[in-house]
């Protein structure tokens, strides 16, 4: 059985809408839930996450999902729901390409080149 259809169908509809989320993660040192807001992406019937290009380090929560990839999506505009998930970090310059070429179109970015190379980006799989 597919993990979303077991979801409310106000939160699977949702998860289909990009917006405006937390993201618990696990510190990789300390063990304790990490909690950041971070924009939802929802392209082509996937979820993820990317940021702004930083080139000088790794985030944090990169590092976090590393270490231990359960995470937590929690909705906070249409619905209230906290929906476990897995991440992937995603690090091969073809499999970023269209994640990161939908997160430019949607915010009006011209600097793709520099996306795919500076910007995070996991894809997340709701859990069971």
Same mark, same amino acid.
Do not use: C, Y
């Given at each position: 059985?597919?993990? !979303?259809?077991? +979801?409310? =169908?106000?939160?699977?509809?949702? +998860?289909a809408h990009s917006q405006l ?15 950041? =807001?971070i924009f939802l992406h929802h392209?082509?019937?996937? +979820? ?12 944090? &929560?990169?590092?976090?999902?590393? /270490?231990?990839?359960? %995470? %937590? ?5 249409? !619905? +209230?729901?906290?929906?476990? /998930?897995?991440?992937? !970090?995603? *690090?091969?310059p073809e499999e970023r390409r269209?994640?990161?070429? $939908?997160? $430019?179109?949607? &915010?009006?970015? *011209?600097? !793709?080149? =520099?996306?795919? /190379?500076?910007?995070?980006?996991? %894809?997340?799989? %709701?859990? /069971?």
């Amino acid at each position: 059985m597919d993990p !979303v259809s077991s +979801l409310s =169908e106000d939160t699977r509809a949702a +998860l289909a809408h990009s917006q405006l989320i937390d993201l618990t993660t696990t510190g990789r040192r300390t063990g304790r839930r990490r909690r950041i =807001e971070i924009f939802l992406h929802h392209d082509g019937g996937q +979820l993820f996450n990317t940021g702004m290009p930083r080139a000088d380090r790794t985030r944090d &929560w990169i590092h976090n999902i590393t /270490a231990d990839p359960h %995470v %937590v999506i929690h909705l906070k505009q249409s !619905v +209230l729901a906290d929906v476990p /998930a897995t991440a992937r !970090v995603v *690090t091969d310059p073809e499999e970023r390409r269209p994640f990161i070429e $939908a997160a $430019a179109r949607r &915010w009006r970015r *011209t600097d !793709v080149p =520099e996306m795919l /190379a500076h910007s995070p980006l996991i %894809v997340l799989t %709701v859990d /069971a």
